[in-house]
């Protein structure tokens, strides 16, 4: 039996199309603020056995898609240094709302560490440039950059 404690991040957002226009959005590489458009190289089998693998920045991630129901469910295994080498799992839905669709994102089995909570912060940077792009209509242009800017290096003092 295993003890260690996880964590598990839910995330929705209300988009306006309809269940299948946002899953096929969400898998498309060709999207701002899917996870295979912000990746500096990927391999990706979107079906039920396939796998993945995107780096970006040079942090790679990968996993395997386990279940595919076009425009309802997609569940996936997910793994990154910040899983500490664990497989976590990404189940994502689709529920119609009139003209809109409810995507809810629950990322779940992620190690209880710093690491494994900046998945909060990941998940909620490309599911906001997701909704920008279904939401509003904007097509707008993003860079990873953009969103994190470098950070200013302190000055250390010497003592001499």
């Not at 898998?27 to 039920?48: F, H, R």
């Not at 409810?102 to 909060?120: E, F, I, Q, Y």
């Amino acid at each position: 039996m295993n003890s260690e404690k996880t964590l598990e991040f839910k995330f929705q957002r209300t988009i306006q199309g309809s269940p299948i226009e946002i899953f096929d959005g969400w898998l498309s590489p060709k999207v701002s603020g899917t996870i295979w458009n912000a990746a500096d190289e990927y391999i990706y089998q979107p079906k039920i056995r396939g796998l993945f693998y995107w780096t970006l920045q040079g942090t790679a991630h990968y996993g395997r898609f386990t279940e595919f129901q076009r425009g309802r469910k997609l569940v996936h295994t997910w793994m990154s240094p910040s899983t500490s080498g664990k497989e976590t799992t990404v189940t994502i839905t689709f529920e119609k709302k009139g003209k809109e669709t409810l995507m809810t994102l629950v990322h779940s089995d992620l190690p209880n560490t710093r690491n494994a909570k900046g998945h909060k912060r990941g998940w909620n940077y490309f599911l906001d440039i997701f909704f920008d792009q279904f939401g509003t209509g904007s097509r707008k242009k993003y860079r990873w950059e953009d969103a994190h800017p470098p950070k200013k290096s302190k000055k250390r003092s010497v003592r001499k």
